[in-house]
Protein backbone atom coordinates (compact mmCIF):
# COMPACT_ATOMS: atom_id res chain seq x y z
CA UNK A 1 0.00 0.00 0.00
CA UNK A 2 1.29 3.04 -0.70
CA UNK A 3 0.53 6.05 1.88
CA UNK A 4 1.45 9.47 1.64
CA UNK A 5 0.89 12.36 4.31
CA UNK A 6 -0.81 15.31 3.05
CA UNK A 7 1.06 18.16 4.42
CA UNK A 8 -2.15 20.83 4.12
CA UNK A 9 -3.25 19.11 7.14
CA UNK A 10 -0.48 16.76 9.03
CA UNK A 11 2.71 17.64 10.53
CA UNK A 12 1.62 21.01 11.16
CA UNK A 13 3.49 21.46 14.23
CA UNK A 14 6.80 21.35 12.10
CA UNK A 15 8.29 24.21 10.20
CA UNK A 16 7.32 23.36 6.75
CA UNK A 17 11.43 22.04 5.91
CA UNK A 18 10.75 19.66 7.91
CA UNK A 19 7.38 18.18 7.45
CA UNK A 20 8.99 16.57 5.16
CA UNK A 21 11.70 14.00 6.57
CA UNK A 22 9.48 13.79 9.43
CA UNK A 23 7.14 11.86 6.79
CA UNK A 24 9.65 10.15 5.62
CA UNK A 25 10.61 9.03 9.42
CA UNK A 26 7.20 7.85 10.46
CA UNK A 27 7.17 5.53 7.36
CA UNK A 28 5.35 7.63 4.60
CA UNK A 29 6.20 6.59 1.22
CA UNK A 30 5.23 10.20 -0.44
CA UNK A 31 3.16 13.10 0.22
CA UNK A 32 0.55 15.09 -0.77
CA UNK A 33 -0.20 18.93 -0.98
CA UNK A 34 -3.80 20.64 -2.00
CA UNK A 35 -1.54 23.68 -2.99
CA UNK A 36 1.61 23.24 -4.09
CA UNK A 37 1.64 26.31 -5.88
CA UNK A 38 2.82 29.24 -3.30
CA UNK A 39 6.51 28.72 -3.48
CA UNK A 40 9.16 27.79 -6.10
CA UNK A 41 8.26 24.44 -7.35
CA UNK A 42 11.68 23.39 -8.21
CA UNK A 43 12.45 24.02 -4.11
CA UNK A 44 9.49 21.92 -3.50
CA UNK A 45 10.98 19.12 -6.08
CA UNK A 46 14.12 19.72 -3.98
CA UNK A 47 12.59 18.86 -0.67
CA UNK A 48 11.12 16.13 -1.66
CA UNK A 49 14.42 13.69 -2.99
CA UNK A 50 16.26 15.09 -0.47
CA UNK A 51 13.68 13.20 2.01
CA UNK A 52 13.60 9.88 -0.24
CA UNK A 53 9.37 10.55 -1.12
CA UNK A 54 7.05 10.71 -3.84
CA UNK A 55 4.72 13.15 -4.93
CA UNK A 56 1.18 11.74 -4.55
CA UNK A 57 -1.79 14.59 -5.34
CA UNK A 58 -2.38 18.00 -5.63
CA UNK A 59 -5.49 19.72 -6.75
CA UNK A 60 -6.24 21.94 -10.23
CA UNK A 61 -6.88 24.68 -10.29
CA UNK A 62 -4.24 27.11 -8.79
CA UNK A 63 -5.96 29.40 -5.89
CA UNK A 64 -7.85 32.22 -7.18
CA UNK A 65 -6.73 35.27 -5.02
CA UNK A 66 -9.38 37.33 -5.84
CA UNK A 67 -11.68 35.41 -3.17
CA UNK A 68 -14.34 33.86 -5.66
CA UNK A 69 -14.65 30.02 -5.16
CA UNK A 70 -11.98 27.88 -7.16
CA UNK A 71 -12.40 25.92 -10.35
CA UNK A 72 -14.01 26.69 -13.81
CA UNK A 73 -14.34 23.63 -15.13
CA UNK A 74 -17.89 23.19 -15.25
CA UNK A 75 -18.90 26.87 -15.47
CA UNK A 76 -20.84 28.10 -18.50
CA UNK A 77 -18.81 30.16 -20.26
CA UNK A 78 -15.37 29.79 -18.47
CA UNK A 79 -13.32 27.44 -20.85
CA UNK A 80 -11.16 30.09 -21.61
CA UNK A 81 -10.41 30.56 -17.69
CA UNK A 82 -10.24 26.53 -17.64
CA UNK A 83 -7.31 25.88 -20.40
CA UNK A 84 -5.56 29.07 -18.80
CA UNK A 85 -5.47 27.68 -15.09
CA UNK A 86 -4.86 24.11 -16.63
CA UNK A 87 -1.47 24.67 -18.49
CA UNK A 88 -0.25 26.52 -15.74
CA UNK A 89 -1.05 23.74 -13.42
CA UNK A 90 0.69 21.50 -15.76
CA UNK A 91 3.65 23.57 -15.52
CA UNK A 92 4.13 22.55 -11.88
CA UNK A 93 3.01 18.68 -12.51
CA UNK A 94 5.63 18.40 -14.98
CA UNK A 95 8.14 19.18 -11.92
CA UNK A 96 6.26 17.28 -9.11
CA UNK A 97 4.97 14.17 -11.05
CA UNK A 98 2.28 14.32 -9.00
CA UNK A 99 0.38 10.43 -8.89
CA UNK A 100 -3.04 12.12 -9.14
CA UNK A 101 -4.54 15.58 -9.65
CA UNK A 102 -7.78 16.34 -8.63
CA UNK A 103 -9.83 19.16 -11.10
CA UNK A 104 -12.44 21.16 -9.07
CA UNK A 105 -15.72 22.01 -10.94
CA UNK A 106 -16.50 24.86 -9.40
CA UNK A 107 -19.73 25.90 -7.54
CA UNK A 108 -21.71 26.02 -10.52
CA UNK A 109 -22.52 25.32 -14.13
CA UNK A 110 -23.82 22.88 -16.33
CA UNK A 111 -22.96 19.08 -17.41
CA UNK A 112 -22.39 19.76 -20.92
CA UNK A 113 -19.33 22.10 -20.12
CA UNK A 114 -18.00 20.00 -17.56
CA UNK A 115 -17.71 17.01 -19.97
CA UNK A 116 -16.13 19.17 -22.80
CA UNK A 117 -13.32 20.85 -20.61
CA UNK A 118 -12.67 16.97 -19.10
CA UNK A 119 -12.44 16.00 -22.30
CA UNK A 120 -10.16 18.38 -23.29
CA UNK A 121 -7.92 17.99 -20.50
CA UNK A 122 -7.67 14.16 -20.37
CA UNK A 123 -6.56 14.71 -24.10
CA UNK A 124 -4.33 17.26 -23.33
CA UNK A 125 -2.28 15.63 -20.92
CA UNK A 126 -2.77 12.09 -21.77
CA UNK A 127 0.21 10.76 -19.30
CA UNK A 128 -1.24 12.58 -15.89
CA UNK A 129 -3.89 11.26 -13.92
CA UNK A 130 -7.03 12.95 -13.22
CA UNK A 131 -9.67 12.52 -10.10
CA UNK A 132 -13.13 14.07 -9.44
CA UNK A 133 -14.47 14.18 -6.09
CA UNK A 134 -18.20 15.54 -5.55
CA UNK A 135 -17.77 17.80 -2.80
CA UNK A 136 -21.03 18.73 -1.08
CA UNK A 137 -22.37 22.45 0.08
CA UNK A 138 -19.59 23.81 -2.64
CA UNK A 139 -19.13 21.99 -5.47
CA UNK A 140 -21.02 21.79 -8.94
CA UNK A 141 -20.73 17.58 -8.39
CA UNK A 142 -23.05 17.07 -5.03
CA UNK A 143 -22.81 12.73 -5.22
CA UNK A 144 -21.65 9.79 -6.34
CA UNK A 145 -24.64 9.05 -8.84
CA UNK A 146 -23.77 12.45 -10.55
CA UNK A 147 -19.86 11.60 -10.87
CA UNK A 148 -20.38 8.43 -12.10
CA UNK A 149 -22.17 9.54 -15.29
CA UNK A 150 -19.70 12.16 -15.56
CA UNK A 151 -17.02 9.79 -15.67
CA UNK A 152 -18.84 7.54 -17.86
CA UNK A 153 -19.48 10.72 -20.29
CA UNK A 154 -15.79 11.36 -20.47
CA UNK A 155 -14.70 8.07 -21.22
CA UNK A 156 -10.99 8.65 -20.74
CA UNK A 157 -8.40 6.13 -19.02
CA UNK A 158 -6.75 8.68 -17.46
CA UNK A 159 -9.92 10.52 -15.23
CA UNK A 160 -11.27 8.46 -12.06
CA UNK A 161 -12.81 9.06 -8.59
CA UNK A 162 -10.89 10.55 -5.50
CA UNK A 163 -12.25 8.42 -2.69
CA UNK A 164 -12.47 11.43 0.54
CA UNK A 165 -13.55 9.11 3.29
CA UNK A 166 -14.94 12.12 4.97
CA UNK A 167 -17.19 12.82 1.87
CA UNK A 168 -18.28 9.69 1.92
CA UNK A 169 -19.74 9.44 5.42
CA UNK A 170 -21.54 13.11 5.00
CA UNK A 171 -23.12 11.50 2.04
CA UNK A 172 -24.01 8.60 3.84
CA UNK A 173 -22.06 6.00 1.68
CA UNK A 174 -19.36 3.43 2.94
CA UNK A 175 -15.85 4.04 1.66
CA UNK A 176 -15.79 -0.21 1.12
CA UNK A 177 -18.91 -0.03 -1.06
CA UNK A 178 -17.26 3.07 -2.85
CA UNK A 179 -14.74 0.96 -3.66
CA UNK A 180 -16.51 -1.85 -5.06
CA UNK A 181 -18.73 0.08 -6.79
CA UNK A 182 -16.00 2.19 -8.71
CA UNK A 183 -13.45 -0.41 -9.20
CA UNK A 184 -11.21 0.22 -11.57
CA UNK A 185 -12.04 4.22 -12.11
CA UNK A 186 -10.61 4.58 -8.20
CA UNK A 187 -7.54 6.34 -8.95
CA UNK A 188 -7.07 8.34 -5.13
CA UNK A 189 -7.76 7.40 -1.60
CA UNK A 190 -7.78 10.82 0.96
CA UNK A 191 -8.44 9.04 4.95
CA UNK A 192 -10.43 12.28 6.10
CA UNK A 193 -11.96 10.65 8.51
CA UNK A 194 -9.58 11.18 11.18
CA UNK A 195 -8.66 7.76 12.13
CA UNK A 196 -6.55 8.82 15.30
CA UNK A 197 -10.26 9.69 16.83
CA UNK A 198 -11.66 6.08 16.71
CA UNK A 199 -11.71 4.07 19.99
CA UNK A 200 -11.69 0.15 19.79
CA UNK A 201 -14.68 -0.97 19.94
CA UNK A 202 -16.50 2.11 19.19
CA UNK A 203 -18.32 2.65 15.35
CA UNK A 204 -14.91 4.86 14.16
CA UNK A 205 -13.68 3.90 10.60
CA UNK A 206 -11.68 0.69 10.48
CA UNK A 207 -9.00 1.96 8.47
CA UNK A 208 -7.04 -0.97 8.52
CA UNK A 209 -10.11 -3.11 7.51
CA UNK A 210 -10.54 -0.67 4.80
CA UNK A 211 -6.58 -0.75 3.70
CA UNK A 212 -6.68 -4.73 3.64
CA UNK A 213 -9.65 -4.59 0.90
CA UNK A 214 -8.67 -2.33 -0.89
CA UNK A 215 -5.32 -4.60 -1.21
CA UNK A 216 -6.90 -7.60 -1.79
CA UNK A 217 -9.03 -5.57 -4.60
CA UNK A 218 -5.64 -5.25 -6.24
CA UNK A 219 -5.61 -1.29 -6.00
CA UNK A 220 -2.50 0.41 -6.86
CA UNK A 221 -2.52 3.93 -6.33
CA UNK A 222 -2.03 6.38 -3.35
CA UNK A 223 -3.66 6.14 -0.41
CA UNK A 224 -2.98 10.20 1.37
CA UNK A 225 -3.49 10.87 5.00
CA UNK A 226 -5.68 14.14 4.72
CA UNK A 227 -6.93 14.31 8.54
CA UNK A 228 -6.48 16.81 11.20
CA UNK A 229 -4.38 14.83 13.80
CA UNK A 230 -6.29 15.14 17.36
CA UNK A 231 -2.87 15.84 19.17
CA UNK A 232 0.57 15.87 17.41
CA UNK A 233 0.82 13.64 14.12
CA UNK A 234 3.28 11.19 15.33
CA UNK A 235 0.91 10.43 18.39
CA UNK A 236 -1.84 9.32 15.92
CA UNK A 237 -0.26 7.45 13.45
CA UNK A 238 -1.49 4.14 15.53
CA UNK A 239 -3.44 3.22 12.40
CA UNK A 240 -0.12 3.14 9.81
CA UNK A 241 -0.01 -1.10 8.70
CA UNK A 242 3.61 -2.10 9.73
CA UNK A 243 5.94 -2.13 6.47
CA UNK A 244 6.32 -5.79 5.31
CA UNK A 245 9.76 -7.17 6.19
CA UNK A 246 11.96 -7.62 2.67
CA UNK A 247 12.76 -10.48 1.74
CA UNK A 248 16.70 -11.10 1.78
CA UNK A 249 18.49 -11.08 -1.18
CA UNK A 250 20.12 -14.21 -2.89
CA UNK A 251 23.60 -14.32 -3.05
CA UNK A 252 24.48 -14.92 -6.57
CA UNK A 253 26.77 -18.14 -6.56
CA UNK A 254 30.80 -17.27 -7.92
CA UNK A 255 32.07 -19.24 -10.43
CA UNK A 256 34.49 -21.57 -10.17
Known amino acids: MKLAADLTTLFQELPFAARFPAAQAAGFAGVSLASPYDGPVQELRDRLVMSGLLFAAMVAPPPNYTGAAPGFAATTGGEERFQRDFKRM ?109 EPGSDGFDVAGFLNRLAAAGYKGWVSADYTPKLTTAAGLGWMPSAPVAAPKRRKKQAG
Open 90 to 198: LRYAEVLRPGAIEILPGPEGETGTLLRNLRWATEAAPKRVFTLAPRPGGSFLQGYDQLAEVLAGVGADNLGLCLDTATAAALGASPEALAERFGADLRHVALASAPDRA
